[in-house]
C-alpha cells in the first residue's frame, strides 16, 4: 500500500501530456452513456472512471492533475455528444404521466405532449374524464441538469443576476413552483390554479394545474399584439411588485393572453418571495422587453407604473 501511494504522490518521469487521454475516453463514455444506464449502472460507470484514473496515477503515467484534466475534458465532449445528437430517454412518457396523475386521484382520460415553450422540463396537455383541460410539466434529473446549465448562461449574459443555487433535487424544484404559485395567486396575480404536484418514475416529479386557453406573447403576430390591454398586464405586474415577489422570468412566453384578452402570468420556476429592489426592478425590465411589439405603449405605461 505505501509503495502504491508513493507511486500516485511521486510517479517515476514519464513523458505523457496533459490531459490524460484514458480518463478522458473514459470520462466521455459515462457521460454520453448515461441516458441509457439505469440508476445503479450509472454509478459503477464512474467507478470504472475513477479505477481508471486510480490505474494511470499507479503506473506512473498521469498526474493527478492530468487525471482531473481529463476527466473534465472527457465530460465537457460526452455532454458536448449528447447536446449535438439528443438524449435518448429522459423525458416520461404520455402513459407515464398519465399513470403518476391517476395514482394522485386525478382521473386521466389523456395525455400527450405539448409543442410549447417549456423550458426546464417536458409539457404535457391532460384531459379529464370529467372534461377538465391541464397542464402538466415535469421535472427528471434530465431538466434539473439543463436548469444547472440554463443559470449558467444567465450568469454570463446579465449583469448582477443574484441567481440563486440550481436546486437539490427535481422534487424541491416543482415544490418551489408549486409553492410561488399559491403564493402569488393568494396575492391576486392572474396565474394558473394549481392541482396537484406528485411524482412520477425515475425520480421525476410532476406538477399539474389548469389549463388556460390563449397564447403567449410569443404566438402573437404583431397585429394581434396591439389590440392587447397592455395596462392590464402591467397591473399583474404591480400586484407581484406589491407582495414583493420577483417573477425573474418574465418573458413573452411566460405571459399568456387568453380568449377574453385577460392576460396571465405563468411559470413560477425562477420566482422569489420577499425580493431585493434590483430583483424587482428586473421584473420590470424583462416585461418592457416581452412587450417589444407595442414599445411605444409599454415606454408610455411603463413611465406610469
Do not use: C
Not at 513523458?15 to 457521460?31: H, K, R
Not at 391532460?126 to 415535469?138: C, H, S
Not at 402573437?220 to 405586474?237: F, H, N, S, Y
Not at 425562477?270 to 412587450?291: C, P, T, W, Y
Amino acid at each position: 500500500m505505501t509503495f502504491a501511494v508513493s507511486q500516485i504522490l511521486n510517479p517515476a518521469p514519464r513523458a505523457t501530456d496533459f490531459p490524460a487521454v484514458n480518463a478522458a475516453v473514459a470520462a466521455a463514455l459515462a457521460t454520453a452513456a448515461r441516458p441509457m444506464l439505469r440508476q445503479n449502472w450509472r454509478r459503477r460507470s464512474w467507478y470504472a472512471v475513477a479505477l481508471v484514473g486510480f490505474a494511470q496515477m499507479y503506473l506512473g503515467t498521469a498526474y493527478l492533475s492530468d487525471v482531473i484534466g481529463g476527466v473534465a475534458l472527457g465530460v465537457a465532449v460526452g455532454a458536448g455528444v449528447l447536446l449535438a445528437l439528443g438524449a435518448p430517454g429522459g423525458n416520461l412518457s404520455a402513459a407515464a404521466v398519465e399513470h403518476a396523475l391517476s395514482a394522485a386521484g386525478i382521473d386521466v382520460s389523456e395525455a400527450h405532449r405539448a409543442s410549447v415553450d417549456a423550458r426546464g422540463s417536458a409539457p404535457f396537455f391532460v384531459r379529464t374524464l370529467d372534461g377538465q383541460e391541464l397542464f402538466a410539466k415535469a421535472v427528471g434529473k434530465e431538466q434539473r441538469n439543463a436548469d444547472l446549465l440554463f443559470k449558467v448562461s444567465r450568469l454570463m449574459l446579465f449583469r448582477e443576476l443574484e441567481d440563486e443555487v440550481p436546486y437539490v433535487s427535481p422534487k424541491q424544484q416543482i415544490e418551489h413552483e408549486a409553492l410561488l404559485s399559491l403564493l402569488a395567486e393568494r396575492a391576486g396575480v392572474r396565474t394558473p390554479p394549481l392541482v396537484v404536484t406528485t411524482g412520477a418514475p425515475d425520480g421525476a416529479t410532476l406538477l399539474a394545474m389548469k389549463r388556460i386557453s390563449g397564447r403567449g406573447l410569443d404566438d402573437l403576430a404583431e397585429g394581434d399584439a396591439q389590440g392587447i390591454p397592455l395596462d392590464r398586464i402591467w397591473e399583474q405586474v404591480s400586484i407581484l411588485r406589491s407582495a414583493r415577489m420577483a417573477h425573474r422570468d418574465l418573458r413573452q412566453a411566460n405571459v399568456l393572453v387568453d380568449n377574453t384578452g385577460a392576460p396571465w402570468l405563468i411559470d413560477f420556476g425562477f420566482a422569489e418571495i420577499g425580493a431585493s429592489e434590483h430583483r424587482l426592478n428586473q421584473d420590470v425590465a424583462e416585461m418592457l422587453k416581452a412587450a417589444k411589439a407595442l414599445e411605444e405603449g409599454a415606454v408610455r405605461m411603463y413611465n406610469q407604473f
